[in-house]
């Protein structure tokens, strides 16, 4: 059974950094392009970085340019998102997806398996 289990998040002051993890399992990692995205209260949910499956091809929103790095060991089963320079606008839960079908690159809107979220709260 396909599976993305995130964790990694928690509370932190403003201009600090966490680094998220994406454990998946029952496939191969390696495969198949991976998006981290989040949903802040109120808000829809928007995509945040995504990668393709060999780790050649990155993709960033604007607002988390420069501050945001997206990784992938697929040895371990896994992926990761470096954040830095954290905002009060960064609070959201964090989820990490899979996408199945994309033959190359990376792309948000085609993410077919879903992990559960971890919540990221930036505050002072």
């Known amino acids: 059974q396909l599976q993305l289990v995130e964790s990694g998040g928690g509370l932190v002051q403003p201009g600090g950094s966490l680094r998220l993890s994406c454990a998946v399992s029952g496939f191969t990692l390696g495969y198949y392009a991976i998006g981290w995205f989040r949903q802040a209260p109120g808000k829809e949910r928007e995509g945040v970085s995504c990668?393709?499956?060999?780790?050649?091809?990155?993709n960033y929103a604007d607002s988390v340019k420069g501050r945001f790095t997206i990784s992938r060991d697929n040895a371990k089963n896994t992926v990761y998102l470096h954040m830095n320079s954290l905002k009060p606008e960064d609070t959201a839960v964090y989820y990490c997806a899979a996408d199945t079908t994309v033959v190359a690159g990376c792309r948000y809107n085609g993410m077919n398996y879903w992990g559960k979220g971890t919540l990221v709260t930036v505050s002072s």
């Open positions: 990668i393709s499956s060999s780790g050649g091809n990155t």
